[in-house]
């Protein structure tokens, strides 16, 4: 496309503590902000922190009440007022009646597929809204094949008609962090301790407590082992990691940390022998992606989309945790293992790129402007 555009984004994802969507959207901005072609125009509710200052980056803070009045009549009111081209919409849901083009990003369907982790009221607003902004959206983005074939199964062959999937890159969004030996300092990691982490906001589906019961396991061959879990705690019903460990006798080896700064996941990445992630249901496994692309060892799930992207890369595991436990176990104490799945990640992490991913999705948006 040679004309410039005028690209509206919903940035409400930017303010307040950033995670996975958060995270997309900012390693987007970044090579948004190199692309002289268009000008793109980030809304939020409240004041926007950019990741990064360009000319061509705006933000607008338009006040309105609650989230959904907000996205359903402030946002395209001021769509029209500032004369926008084309919108995306990065978090599942967009303005349903905005005279614009939208282009709306659906990272998973958990909300359909795993309904018992949702209140009753919380998960049919999202599925309804879901359902909506799948009709009146041109285009879907999806971050991986196994996302496009949920989006076929829960919305039907008409939305999978019109998704596009988009491969997320790794490790755009965070510091590069300190060296191993001040990260593990600076963590209060005892020498000569395995650290074993997983990353993200705890969910059930995510196995948080499998993996505490793995480690509980281990014990008694490694009582210096020590897990870090990094991120909030957001599991319905609500699952108390601290009381599950201490109930298995291992409190004192595992720390919840809940979510932290940019800078300290960093460290924690820096730190970690292992990383873990056993979510039997996850539209891309961006954590897992950021490990293997610090040279860490990681440990999946056989499901989904992290078997889809990473099992090259991985060692591949049932998620239960007489199998968590023996494949920690291995990727611990075999030196050769844990250098091969250490070159493995690395090499996986290659294939996936974040400039890739911000020109096809300004493709996209350029086709559904059109």
């Known amino acids: 496309m040679s004309r410039s555009l005028r690209i509206g984004i919903d940035g409400r994802e930017l303010s307040g503590k950033p995670t996975g969507v958060g995270r997309y959207l900012r390693s987007l901005l970044r090579r948004f902000a190199l692309d002289k072609r268009h000008q793109f125009v980030i809304y939020g509710s409240a004041p926007i922190a950019l990741p990064v200052e360009s000319p061509c980056l705006e933000t607008r803070t338009l006040p309105g009440g609650h989230a959904l009045a907000w996205e359903q009549r402030t ?24 005279s614009v083009p939208r282009v709306t990003a659906i990272h998973d369907l958990s909300f359909f597929a795993r309904r018992e982790e949702f209140g009753f009221a919380h998960g049919l607003r999202r599925r309804v809204m879901a359902r909506l902004s799948a009709r009146a959206s041109r285009t879907i983005l999806a971050c991986s094949e196994f996302t496009k074939t949920e989006v076929e199964r829960h919305l039907g ?7 596009e999937v988009v491969l997320l890159g790794p490790d755009d969004d965070l510091p590069p962090g300190s060296s191993r030996e001040e990260s593990r300092k600076a963590l209060g990691i005892e020498e000569g301790a395995a650290y074993v982490i997983t990353v993200g906001t705890v969910l059930r589906r995510r196995n948080v407590g499998t993996l505490i019961r793995a480690v509980a396991r281990l014990r008694e061959a490694m009582p210096e082992i020590r897990l870090g879990i990094i991120g909030e705690n957001r599991s319905h019903p609500f699952e108390d990691l601290e009381a599950l460990a201490q109930s298995l006798g291992c409190a004192e080896a595992v720390r919840v940390s809940g979510f932290v700064s940019d800078e300290e996941v960093a460290a924690h990445y820096a730190a970690a022998d292992v990383a873990v992630f056993l979510s039997e249901y996850e539209g891309f496994g961006l954590p897992a992606l950021e490990a293997m692309s610090r040279s860490v060892p990681v440990v999946i799930a056989n499901r989904g989309s992290l078997d ?63």
């Not at 084309?86 to 349903?96: D, E, K, N, T």
């Not at 062959?157 to 998704?163: F, G, H, M």
Request: aromatic letters at 6%.
């Open 157 to 163: 062959a008409a939305a999978a008609a019109k998704t």
């Open 75 to 98: 946002l395209p009111k001021a769509l029209v007022d500032d004369r926008i081209d084309v919108l995306l919409s990065p978090a599942y849901s967009c303005p349903l009646f905005a």
């Open 308 to 370: 889809e992207m990473f099992a090259k890369g991985a060692l591949v595991v049932e998620p239960d945790e007489t199998a968590v436990a023996a494949a920690l176990n291995r990727a611990l104490n075999e030196p050769k293992l844990s250098a091969d799945l250490r070159w493995k990640g690395l090499e996986r992490a290659k294939s996936f790129s974040w400039v890739r991913a911000s020109n096809e999705t300004l493709a996209v948006l350029e086709r559904a402007a059109s």
